[in-house]
């Protein structure tokens, strides 16, 4: 359909009208013939019909005239279509930023006859487009002045950017790169090893797929020598997510390389020097300690025989020089073991307390030289056993300890554990060791716990010692996981505690205390003008449910003597001020000669204290007190077990239930006497053996509790010995301890892992040895004591049984059972001897109605292991076997004493 020329008009003034274009028309003299509404508001008019009519110079100012003017003139002589850009003030928004293309305006023969326009507002835009090309500026000085080679590649591969660094590094100008191919680059200036460039292209290829950063490190080649490059590439996503190239940033990591191959080097070096370090320690270790294992081993020895003055003058000073230098040797293994990383923890159930004690012991002897008092305590809450290594505790308690008599010349050194926390698997300890000596300055503290390092230079030539005990004991504390510590005031004493980390053994069990029955209700008056003595042993025989009063002096104890009385026992002090223990064990024997007294005294008053007492007293106790000793002591001397004094070599009788059988296995004959003469010291022999293939043969022959082994022997060595008896199922738990003159970590773990149990380095003390040995007689007691539990809680449960049998069959209850069973206890241990005599008679006749009754009474109470023996008891007399039957009544017996009724 044809639209009129009307309808045609009416839309294209509607469109004017709407439009937000800024549209006109002028004629050749200047005269506005059409416009736009928009571009009429803009021109500061209200309507179109008010700018048509109007010329430039009514509504714009003369410098605007003079440009529009130029325009038009332009435009109708070139008959071209331009644009142009003006600021043009709007009525509301301003000066803005217009835009206006300008085009001839022709008729219908084609003349023109005017100008028409179209204008846009850019204000905006140009805005944007500013602040764009500013955040490009400063994007590419950044791009240009960052220190690594960037660049940008699209998804083909091809160069799109680089910057100035990138040009640097690899000599080329971006002029060239741009555009090309990443291998094409490589290849034509030979910048990369031809593996090198495939890896390049396929990790790109790589980026792409899985759209995540990649980091590598190539070799390249640049100005003919070799280079490492760190290159690290990411994706570049368009709007919609699609990877459209690459950002690369690489940088030089050649130096890092060289650096990080020298480092590699001196560590090879280093380890190298080390290791030459290391066995020339262990070399020149086993060369000092084999001629000393002799030197110090029979210098011990000798010191037990009968000697002069002038003679043991002599030895005392060779052994104090021996020792030192052992002490020096093992010191400084220990340090550069240390700074090797090669010192090792081990991980073995122990009893703590033992610990301690030993520590304690094995310090008396020094500190009562020097009027010093060793005073141990270990708190009821820390566990009998932990898991740990109890060597190294043992080292840091004994350097700790050692240090405080050295420095401490009158009064005491306390030796404390106590439990700091605890959970299933693990538990912390604190120990302090307490003394009343010189103490150390604030100043010097800091520095004490350094190598070769003492409070002063005059503290090392007074006191002697090379300056290592600390700083080893620091180390050692610290692989326990814990700290060290000191509180300390010059002229008072000092305070080391220090924490340590250990397991939680969980198969520790309560042990069988069969001495709390013997010390309850019992009252123990205990003098010592030593108030930390009296507080320990006042805490030790709290746990018995006995009554305990402490005196510190002689008159007091006579005095509560003489008041009070009631006593059972006196455990007395034997050296205090104004009146000694001798003195109050003599006015007790005149009073009450029956009141036994327990002396109590340090190692080195121990001989005098025999000789002037033994009259008047039921037993001696040395100091440090052991716990156990002190337990075990008062059970011997209040259940009179033996018609002579209890000394500690009693006690050690009295722990003792076997007779270690040893094997010594050993080439050398100077060890194997100084060796076999110790173990003949502490009351134990030894079978032994020259190499291992000797070894072998006795242990198939014989039954042994415990073998030293030497490691290095001819024919056969420790190692291999020990390996061949671990693959016999019948040798996997046989006891073998490694004799060794290396003393380095590496040969502890030599043995360790050939299958021996334990370590004793060369030169051998003989306390050291003794420790070793208790340490296995008491493993063997342990599993003695646990067949012990374990048979008691066997025989409970069998007590228990026979009374529900007797109240389900019965009807009776367990109070009329008892009784019951009582009597029937009595009347066994009569028919048990009848029925003895009448076999010893050989009547077999009487012993048959014997074991019948015996039968009957049996079965009619439920004590059916008695009926059944009985039973068999009477099968066999019908044969005549009188022995077997014997051997059944020893068997009821056991069995009924083993009840407990």
Same mark, same amino acid.
């Given at each position: ?57 009514e509504i714009f100012s003369p410098e605007m005239v003079k440009i529009f003017k130029k325009e038009d003139e332009f435009i109708m002589k070139s008959g071209e279509t331009r644009t142009f850009e003006n600021l043009v003030e709007h009525p509301e928004k301003g000066t803005r930023l217009i835009e206006t293309i300008k085009s001839p305006l022709y008729n219908n023969a084609g003349e023109i006859i005017g100008v028409q326009g179209v204008s846009r507002d850019i204000t905006e835009k140009r805005k944007l487009v500013l602040k764009v090309k500013e955040q490009t500026s400063q994007l590419r000085a950044l791009f240009d002045n960052v220190p690594f ?114 480092l590699r080097d001196a560590k090879l070096q280093a380890e190298s020097a080390n290791r030459a370090k290391s066995e020339f320690l262990a070399n020149m270790s086993h060369e000092i300690r084999t001629p000393m294992n002799g030197i110090l081993g029979f210098i011990q020895l000798l010191a037990d025989t009968k000697l002069t003055e002038e003679q043991r003058d002599y030895v005392t000073e060779a052994q104090k020089s021996s020792e030192i230098l052992l002490e020096l040797l093992n010191d400084i293994l220990d340090l550069s073991k240390i700074e090797a990383g090669k010192m090792l923890m081990e991980n073995i159930s122990f009893n703590v307390r ?169 009252? %123990? #008056?205990? @003098?010592? =003008? /030593?108030?930390? !003595?009296? +507080?320990?042993?006042?805490?030790? $025989?709290?746990?018995? *449910? ?115 059988? %040893? #094997?010594? @296995?050993? =080439? /050398?004959?100077? !060890?194997? +006497?100084?060796?076999?003469?110790? $173990?003949?010291?502490? *009351? ?218």
């Open positions: 359909m044809e639209i009129d020329l009307n309808t045609r008009v009416e839309a294209w003034l509607n469109w004017l009208n709407s439009t937000p274009e800024y549209i006109f028309f002028k004629d050749l003299t200047g005269v506005y013939q059409g416009t736009s509404r928009s571009n009429a508001v803009m021109a500061g008019f209200s309507s179109m019909k008010d700018m048509i009519g109007k010329t430039d110079e080679a960037l660049w940008i590649k699209d998804v083909e591969g091809k160069f799109r950017m680089v910057n100035e660094e990138y040009e640097r590094y690899y000599g080329l100008k971006k002029e060239y790169i741009i555009g090309k191919h990443m291998s094409e680059v490589l290849r034509t200036e030979k910048l990369a090893p031809e593996k090198t460039v495939d890896q390049l292209v396929e990790t790109d290829k790589r980026v792409i797929w899985t759209k995540e950063m990649f980091r590598e490190v190539e070799h390249m080649c640049l100005r003919g020598e070799d280079y490492y490059v760190s290159i690290t590439k990411a994706p570049i996503f368009d709007e919609k997510g699609d990877v459209v190239g690459l950002l690369g940033i690489s940088y030089d990591i050649t130096e890092e390389r060289r650096q990080e191959q020298n033992n610990v301690l004690e030993d520590v304690g012991t094995l310090a008396s002897s020094n500190a009562s030289k020097k009027d010093v008092e060793i005073n141990v305590l270990c708190y009821s809450d820390v566990p009998e056993r932990i898991v740990g290594d109890s060597v190294k505790l043992k080292q840091v308690l004994n350097n700790l300890v050692s240090n405080a008599i050295k420095f401490t010349d009158v009064g005491e050194i306390n030796v404390i554990a106590k439990l700091l926390e605890k959970n299933d698997k693990m538990l912390r300890l604190q120990f302090d060791i307490e003394d009343t000596g010189i103490g150390i300055s604030k100043e010097n503290q800091a520095k004490i716990f350094k190598a070769f390092t003492q409070a002063d230079s005059s503290t090392t030539r007074k006191y002697g010692g090379t300056g290592l005990g600390l700083t080893i004991s620091k180390n050692l504390v610290s692989m326990m996981n814990g700290e060290i510590t000191l509180e300390s005031e010059e002229g008072v004493g000092s305070k080391f505690s220090f924490t340590a980390e250990f397991g939680v053994d969980e198969s520790e069990v309560e042990a069988l205390d069969l001495s709390k029955d013997i010390l309850e209700n019992m009252k %123990i #008056l205990v @003098v010592d =003008d /030593n108030k930390t !003595n009296l +507080k320990i042993v006042e805490y030790y $025989l709290k746990g018995y *449910n006995c009554e305990t009063v402490c005196v510190e002096t002689v008159e007091d104890a006579i005095n509560e003597l003489s008041v009070k009385g009631g006593y059972d026992l006196i455990l007395s002090d034997y050296c205090m001020p104004e009146y000694d223990g001798l003195y109050l064990a003599q006015k007790i024997s005149e009073k009450s000669p029956e009141l036994p007294i327990i002396l109590l005294s340090s190692r080195g008053q121990m001989a005098d204290c025999k000789a002037n007492t033994e009259e008047f007293i039921q037993g001696y106790l040395p100091k440090p007190i052991r716990k156990d000793d002190l337990i075990k002591c008062i059970s011997l001397v209040m259940n009179k077990t033996t018609d002579s004094v209890v000394t500690n070599q009693t006690l050690i009788e009295a722990g003792s239930n076997f007779k270690l059988r %040893i #094997l010594l @296995v050993e =080439d /050398n004959l100077i !060890n194997q +006497k100084l060796i076999s003469k110790m $173990l003949a010291k502490a *009351n134990l022999s030894c079978d032994i053996a020259n190499n291992g293939k000797e070894a072998l043969d006795a242990i198939n022959a014989n039954k042994y509790d415990l073998v030293f082994m030497d490691c290095q022997m001819p024919v056969l060595d420790g190692y291999e010995t020990t390996r061949i008896l671990r693959e016999d199922v019948r040798y996997k738990s046989l006891p073998i301890i490694a004799l060794t003159a290396n003393a380095m970590q590496s040969d502890y773990q030599t043995c360790i892992d050939a299958g021996m149990d334990d370590y004793l380095a060369k030169p051998l003390r003989y306390t050291s040895l003794i420790e070793m040995l208790k340490k296995y007689n008491d493993l063997l007691n342990e599993e003695i004591e646990s067949d012990i539990i374990e048979a008691k809680m066997e025989n409970e449960h069998e007590l228990v049984t026979i009374f529900d049998l007797i109240k389900a069959d019965l009807g009776i209850e367990r109070s009329d059972s008892e009784a019951l069973l009582v009597d029937f206890g009595n009347d066994l241990m009569c028919q048990i001897e009848d029925l003895t005599n009448s076999i010893i008679n050989n009547d077999c006749d009487l012993a048959s109605k014997v074991a019948h009754t015996i039968k009957g009474s049996a079965g009619n109470l439920r004590i059916n292991k008695i009926y059944e023996l009985a039973k068999e008891i009477e099968e066999l007399l019908a044969q005549n076997d009188l022995t077997s039957a014997q051997r059944l009544i020893t068997e009821i017996k056991t069995y009924w004493s083993n009840l407990g009724v």
